[in-house]
């Protein structure tokens, strides 16, 4: 399940010092996906996987530094049991505070993790309009229910936006902006073209542009706040 550690970051999980859990595969393919290796099986294949075991004992040698710890992919939620597991492992030996990133395709097991406590902290990637989520290989419907369940039922996540534009212009945005009504925090990320799983070459907006796609949303979400993350 696991196929990378980052034992100290300092952006990944909001306000806390946190280590980093990458798990792999995915059942997306997001064209400005920079994660390529963790998603690809000619790549994946060749890293070594990690056990638990030695990930616990990492994350325990730094219980007095860091106060969080971070599951990203890839999409951990494909784990399942095996990400239950995990985490209740996480929450018994070591009290960290534990953040979770998904694309929110598992709504089922989203909200068990919820229930039963087992993650402090969501970030929910929204990709595009609903009507374009082929276009990322996903599968709108089950996304929108975990909204649903995420915005009536848990304080503490964020929706992530990257700025990619062949999936993210004012049009796209005006059609999600029903689906983030409610949502306190938003966070606005820049899309980097250096390694993408689409290979083809997408100059990025510009500064000017993203600050317009910010003041939109700041406009039709007056009670969102939006995190800067593209500067």
């Known amino acids: 399940m696991i196929k990378g550690f980052r034992g100290t970051s300092l952006v990944d999980f ?8 990458f798990t792999y595969l995915c059942n997306f393919k997001c064209p400005y996906c920079y994660n ?5 099986p000619k ?17 325990k040698k730094r219980k007095n530094f860091i106060k969080g710890v971070v599951v990203t992919g890839g999409e951990p939620t494909l784990w399942g049991k095996k990400l239950v597991d995990f985490l209740e492992k996480v929450r018994l030996e070591t009290e ?47 996304v ?3 909204f649903h369940f995420v915005k009536d039922f848990f304080e503490n996540f964020e929706v992530r936006i990257t700025l990619y534009p062949p999936l993210i212009d004012f049009k796209e945005l005006k059609e999600m ?22 290979e083809e070459y997408i100059k990025p907006y510009d500064l ?9 949303l700041e406009e039709n979400l007056p009670e969102t706040k939006i995190l800067v993350r593209y500067e």
Do not use: W
């Not at 070594?48 to 994350?59: A, I, N, S």
């Not at 902006?177 to 689409?198: D, S, Y």
């Not at 000017?208 to 939109?216: D, E, G, L, Q």
């Open 208 to 216: 000017s542009y993203y600050k317009k796609i910010h003041a939109y």
């Open 43 to 59: 790549y994946y294949h060749s890293l070594e996987t990690l056990k638990e075991d030695f990930v616990l004992e990492e994350l």
């Open 144 to 146: 929108r229910k975990t």
């Open 14 to 21: 909001p306000g806390k010092i946190s280590s980093v859990v």
């Open 96 to 142: 960290l505070a534990i953040k979770l990133d998904t694309n929110g395709s598992y709504p089922e097991l989203i909200k068990f993790l919820i229930k039963h406590q087992l993650i402090d902290y969501l970030a929910l990637d929204f990709k595009t309009s609903p009507k374009k989520y082929e276009e990322v290989g996903g599968e709108f419907e089950r």
């Open 177 to 198: 902006l029903p689906f983030l009504k409610g949502v306190k925090n938003i966070a606005l990320q820049k899309f980097l073209p250096e390694k993408t799983l689409k």
């Open 36 to 40: 390529v290796e963790l998603i690809v």
